[in-house]
């Protein structure tokens, strides 16, 4: 089995005042955790959200692999009913190219209807389109010549042309919060990644579940961090942070509960000691390969912090694998 990784979640939004400032902040913020041993970077999709922030995140893979050397950048994860196999497939192969195979492509079926709508896909449609175009996806990025015909998504025989670096393909991960979305992870995913809202004991049982599907590539759990002096001080500081992402949760209907409700079994807080032995608690307890951390969330900490507390965990992280 091969070693943990620990990598973290970039923010959508931000309080930055314009958008270049933004993005300039989350270069930089890659970059120190690719200098500090960190493993993964992970960018979500989302639309129509605030002015400072970012909707297309393969781009901003893009830059952010030609500014880093070790780290995996990946999306997760990108609404895949909105992305048509054969632009992603060609999109994807020249990410994996351009970075010597360090691009993972993380996607999911989407929740809302914002994201979906603008292109043609509804609420109730939405798995549908997602195994179909995750079939053709597949069929593209591993064979010479493919072409699919579904009831959603369709495309004439297609070489794609340049193959990809990565064999047998550039990674897919599967995000999904059900059973289903689970075995499909399993079936047509090379992994399956678990959202930042289920508990430990939720994300053991469906990461059982997916290893009994057939399922052999990484399990991927995201958690919402705050590093800080110690647990309560962290703890202080995230609830009102926190705030405001966990409301778009409720709003979503993903969880009901309390703050407190939620803090039980859910978040990493503390030092950056402290996160890294919460980390390997999440790899311990539901056989993670690779924990995700947000770090950094829109009503804070700030940009300079984010940069000390990623250079925190990378050592800590280093410095427990030793």
């Known amino acids: 089995m091969s070693a943990p990784r620990l990598g973290i979640c970039m923010p959508l939004t931000s309080t930055a005042p314009t958008v270049g400032d933004y993005l300039a902040q989350l270069t ?47 999306t997760g994860v990108l609404v895949l009913p909105g992305h048509h196999p054969v632009h992603l497939a060609e999109q994807v192969t020249m990410l994996d190219n351009l970075s010597g195979g360090r691009f993972a492509l993380g996607v999911g079926a989407g929740y809302q209807e914002s994201d979906l709508a603008p292109f ?41 042309r340049p193959r990809p670096l990565s064999v047998p393909r550039p990674p897919i991960w599967l995000g999904s919060w059900s059973r289903t979305g689970v075995r499909r992870a399993a079936e047509l995913a090379d992994g399956w990644i678990a959202d930042p809202i289920r508990t430990i004991t939720e994300i053991a049982e469906m990461a059982a579940a997916y290893r009994a599907a057939g399922g052999i590539g990484p399990v991927i759990v995201m958690r919402e961090a705050w590093v800080d002096t110690d647990v309560a001080t962290a703890r202080g500081a995230f609830e009102p942070a926190i705030a405001p992402v966990f409301g778009y949760y409720r709003k979503s209907g993903a969880y009901t509960g309390s703050f407190d409700d939620l803090a ?19 790899v311990d307890r539901t056989g993670a390969d690779i924990v995700l951390l947000t770090v950094r969330h829109p009503a804070g900490p700030g940009h300079v912090e984010t940069l000390e507390h990623i250079t925190a965990l990378g050592h800590a992280w280093k410095g427990a694998r030793v």
């Open 28 to 74: 930089a913020e890659a970059e120190a955790a690719d200098a500090a041993g960190l493993d993964v970077v992970m960018l979500p999709e989302h639309h129509q959200g605030l002015p400072v922030g970012y909707a297309a995140p393969l781009t901003l893979a893009a830059h952010l692999l030609a500014r880093t050397s070790r780290i995996t950048v990946a």
């Open 120 to 160: 043609g896909v509804g609420l109730a449609d939405r798995g549908a389109v997602l195994t179909e175009t995750l079939t053709g996806l597949g069929a593209l990025l591993s064979s010479e010549d493919a072409a699919f015909d579904g009831a959603h998504v369709a495309f004439p025989s297609f070489r794609l």
């Open 264 to 282: 039980a079994d859910r978040f990493v807080l503390g030092s950056a000691d402290d996160c890294v032995a919460q980390a390997q608690d999440v």
